[in-house]
């Protein structure tokens, strides 16, 4: 089981703290609450990844721990998703919600 706790400071009609038991819970938060799956995607691989991501938004801080995190994995993962595509400087992350749905269905199915 997996513990994902998310703090977030702005906008101010989200902030507190909130805590989700799957990252299929997050990423539909994310994607409900942000209304952008690019922005969904990156912070979901990003967690699975490293088990945090914080970003500054309007001055304010928006950070998200997990409690379990796969490492590289992650990254192949998304790749053989088609949710990150390498490019030339770097990958390029995928913008479809499809792509994001996948990728956290089998991360849950992992971990």
């Not at 912070?43 to 490293?50: D, F, G, M, P, Y």
């Not at 945090?52 to 192949?76: D, F, M, P």
Request: positive net charge.
């Amino acid at each position: 089981m997996v513990d994902i706790k998310l703090k977030c400071e702005a906008p101010k009609r989200l902030a507190g703290e909130y805590s989700f038991n799957s990252f299929k819970g997050l990423y539909q938060w994310v994607t409900r609450n942000f209304r952008s799956p690019l922005y969904a995607n990156h912070l979901v691989i990003a967690v699975a990844e490293s088990g945090l991501w914080r970003e500054c938004i309007y001055g304010k801080i928006i950070e998200v721990t997990s409690s379990a995190t796969l490492g590289y994995k992650a990254k192949e993962l998304a790749r053989e998703i088609e949710l990150l595509r390498s490019m030339v400087g770097g990958d390029r992350c995928s913008k479809r919600e499809e792509d994001g749905l996948k990728f956290v269905e089998v991360v849950d199915k992992i971990i």
